[in-house]
């Protein structure tokens, strides 16, 4: 079993930058693939990067070139850099792990607003 624990989000105005954190459980974190999706009211959830525990990255196409996802693998750690954010940015951001199967953190809200 893997816990996922999510902290970082919170309102942000528009073009500012937010860092996401999620600390995971386990003594094989480094081989697992890490991922954060996202939830906006009334709709689904979506992917917005991940990585493997090789480090090999994928993101959504709304999200490149101002995200980064990253991972620390000495503190069981990955990150959601969020840069140049915008208001369609706004959701729960939900932290993801898989290894065998799949695990997920509680969320955590970020909200893009002046």
């Known amino acids: 079993q893997v816990q996922l624990v999510e902290s970082g989000g919170g309102l942000v105005q528009p073009g500012g930058s937010l860092r996401l954190s999620c600390s995971a459980s386990?003594?094989?974190?480094?081989?697992?693939?890490m991922g954060w999706f996202r939830q906006a009211p009334g709709k689904q959830r979506d992917l917005v990067a991940t990585?493997?525990?090789?480090?090999?990255?994928n993101y959504a196409d709304s999200v490149k070139g101002r995200f980064t996802i990253s991972r620390d693998n000495a503190k069981n750690t990955a990150y959601l850099q969020m840069d140049s954010v915008k208001p369609e940015d706004t959701a729960v951001y939900y932290c993801?792990?898989?290894?065998?199967?799949?695990?997920w953190g509680q969320g955590t809200q970020v909200t893009v607003s002046s």
């Open positions: 386990g003594s094989i974190f480094r081989l697992y693939t």
């Open positions: 993801y792990a898989r290894w065998g199967q799949s695990y």
């Open positions: 990585m493997t525990g090789g480090g090999s990255t």
